[in-house]
């Protein structure tokens, strides 16, 4: 069994032009991915813009779900243990929902109930959820 993560993960840069990262794993959401990773392998995120379960950020396996030029990548998060090889994860937001969002900091945190039946954490019964806050130096998506 992996060791729990005691750190949050932080993204990488990935809009071009930037230079603050607008993404992070809480540790909890940390320990739950390298579970899921362990079960289904590489994993990526999807944030839209819709009600109900589309509000959530949805985990699938890597490559399950098609992004295209209406998706902003906006950070890759390395959830392997150290001295591992990388387990990178995409975060992708839809770009209407990211010109709303674009002055906020997303934190990926993991709470109890139900997620998604589309999500990869839902028969775990707890589901991911997105905390925010503004960015002191965002600069809006264009």
Known sequence: ????????VMASVTIPGETVP????????VDLLQSLWAEHGPLMFHQSGGCCDGSAPMCFMAGEFITSDQDVLLGRLDIAPAAHPAQSID???????FAYWSHTFLTIDVVPGRGSGFSAE???????LIRSRLMETAVPFA
Do not use: N
């Open 1 to 8: 069994m992996p060791e729990l993560a005691t750190e949050s």
């Open 22 to 29: 607008r993404v992070e794993l809480a540790p909890v959401a």
């Open 91 to 97: 975060f992708w937001m839809s770009a209407e929902q």
């Open 122 to 128: 839902a028969p775990r019964g707890v589901r991911f």
